[in-house]
């Protein structure tokens, strides 16, 4: 035996041995480049094939391809060996035992503020209203001037809010987001917008310095007071489960002409429940709507006054409190 077939012997057991103990698929690709590749071992033996004499060069490559062939045949049963075992792994790691109890997790509640504007949402969505959002940080305005609040107007002390440093404000009703509805959308127009206003009020029992309103507005040819008494009777009735006594006290607004609380006879005692009146022919000039051929009505309430009054919760900040004995009841 020559040198060279020597040497292919000896690289055939010590290759088929390193294959026997590997055990990962990126080791063994890297011994399949290590005796196989380019610039493998066997390549480098066959390097010195020419030294040898044309009669020898055919005994040694035949001895090579030999080589060749028990080293990749080894490595192919290698590689199906460790994908089979690398997949009975994964299937062992990842096996459920559906016998098993799940992992318990308490299911949430809605919280009472929550539930009370979804209930509300719907009401006025059966009703044909659409529901429109807007910013909380307004411009005066969209929050005042173009509601028919000019800047000395003395309506904005029973609103005062928080001014930032830009010049903006944390709205203090969602009537903005009329404003910015009508100038998007001609008539005619039948929105509710829920969301969250700021005042700076003194929080106590009844008053937060943070609050959730819902306002609805319909702007439409000949549009009467009549009209919005009978939305808000129905809306009520739908609200509290039952029809209801309802008075209208004459009110102002400045952006409502007349203007009305509403009353509804709850428990036996008057409750104030909303504002409400017809908009306004200065706000529809505003937007670009002619007051002489459209008519509207807005409304507006609050909504943590209605879920104290549904759920007969006395103090305004156990709604705020997140203590867990209160909203647990919910």
């Given at each position: 035996m ?7 012997a ?7 041995d390193?294959?026997?103990q ?13 005796y196989l ?9 066959l390097g010195?094939m ?12 035949a ?14 049963r ?14 062992a790691?990842?096996?459920?035992d559906?016998?098993m ?8 509640r809605i919280?009472?503020?929550n ?6 949402v719907?009401?006025f ?5 659409t ?6 940080m307004e411009t005066d ?16 002390d ?10 903006n404000?944390?709205?203090?009703h969602?009537?903005?987001v009329?404003?910015?509805y ?11 917008s ?10 106590d029992?009844?008053?937060s ?5 819902i306002?609805?507005?319909a702007?439409a040819?000949d ?5 919005l008494?009978?939305?808000?009777k ?11 006594p309802?008075?209208?006290r004459a009110?102002y ?6 203007s009305?609380?509403?009353d ?19 706000v ?8 002489e051929?459209y008519?509207?009505?807005?409304a ?7 879920a ?19 909203l647990?009841?919910?």
């Amino acid at each position: 035996m020559s040198d060279l077939e020597q040497q292919l012997a000896t690289l055939q057991a010590t290759a088929l041995d390193s294959i026997s103990q590997v055990q990962t698929l990126e080791a063994l690709e890297q011994l399949r480049v290590d005796y196989l590749g380019k610039k493998g071992e066997i390549s480098k033996i066959l390097g010195g094939m020419g030294k040898l004499s044309a009669e020898e060069r055919p005994a040694i490559g035949a001895a090579a391809n030999v080589v060749k062939d028990a080293i990749q045949a080894r490595l192919d049963r290698s590689k199906t060996d460790l994908q089979t075992a690398q997949i009975q792994a994964q299937l062992a790691a990842e096996t459920l035992d559906v016998t098993m109890p799940g992992v318990y997790r308490p299911q949430g509640r809605i919280h009472p503020i929550n539930s009370t504007i979804d209930r509300m949402v719907d009401i006025f969505v059966g009703m044909g209203y659409t529901v429109a959002t807007g910013p909380e940080m307004e411009t005066d305005y969209y929050n005042f001037e173009a509601l028919n609040t000019p800047p000395d107007h003395p309506a904005r002390d029973m609103q005062d809010t928080f001014y930032l440093p830009d010049g903006n404000l944390l709205r203090t009703h969602t009537s903005s987001v009329q404003i910015h509805y009508m100038e998007e959308n001609e008539p005619p127009i039948r929105i509710i917008s829920p969301g969250r206003c700021y005042r700076r009020d003194t929080v106590d029992a009844t008053h937060s310095a943070v609050f959730h309103q819902i306002e609805i507005l319909a702007i439409a040819p000949d549009l009467t007071f009549t009209d919005l008494k009978g939305t808000i009777k129905e809306f009520l009735t739908q609200a509290f489960g039952m029809e209801l006594p309802i008075r209208f006290r004459a009110s102002y607004f400045p952006f409502t002409e007349p203007s009305a609380e509403v009353d509804v006879q709850w428990q036996g005692r008057w409750l104030e429940i909303m504002g409400c009146g017809m908009v306004d022919p200065n706000v529809l000039t505003k937007v670009g709507h002619d007051p002489e051929v459209y008519s509207g009505f807005a409304a507006g309430f609050g909504v943590e006054r209605l879920a104290m009054v549904l759920h007969q919760i006395d103090d305004i900040r156990k709604l705020y409190g997140s203590d867990l004995r209160f909203l647990r009841q919910f």
